[in-house]
């Protein structure tokens, strides 16, 4: 089973930028998807943004979409989560996820194989 381990979590200002990464623990292929979720106090774990990694097709929540990158990095074996214009409803933990294997049913969290430990973002108003 692929480990991932999140980092870049922090204490930003409303309007700041923040980037995440994601270590794997062995290469993957191309066939795989890898999607970024959190969950802030009190709430269910929320989609956040997808990539299938073999093509790098992304997709995002209505939330995020102009504001949060995803992206990756094959060599380094990290995936990445660019954030930008962070506002307080932002404030949650994040988490990394894989599965192996790619479809349309991106969204949902019962579909990820593997999961990070999480990385607390909070945003400060």
């Known amino acids: 089973q692929v480990q991932l381990v999140e980092s870049g979590g922090g204490l930003v200002q409303a309007g700041d930028s923040l980037r995440l990464s994601c270590v794997f623990s062995?290469?993957?292929?191309?066939?795989?998807?890898l999607a970024w979720f959190r969950q802030a106090p009190g709430k269910e774990r929320e989609f956040v943004t997808h990539?299938?990694?073999?093509?790098?097709?992304?997709h995002y929540a209505d939330s995020v979409k102009g504001r949060f990158t995803i992206s990756g990095d094959n060599a380094k074996r990290t995936l990445y989560l660019q954030m930008d214009s962070l506002k307080p409803e932002g404030t949650a933990v994040y988490y990394c996820?894989?599965?192996?294997?790619?479809?349309?049913?991106?969204?949902?969290?019962?579909?990820?194989?593997?999961w990070g430990q999480g990385t607390q973002v909070t945003v400060s108003s």
């Open positions: 996820a894989l599965r192996y294997h790619d479809d349309q049913n991106y969204a949902d969290l019962t579909d990820y194989d593997s």
């Open positions: 062995r290469d993957i292929f191309n066939s795989y998807a």
């Open positions: 990539i299938s990694w073999g093509v790098s097709t992304t």
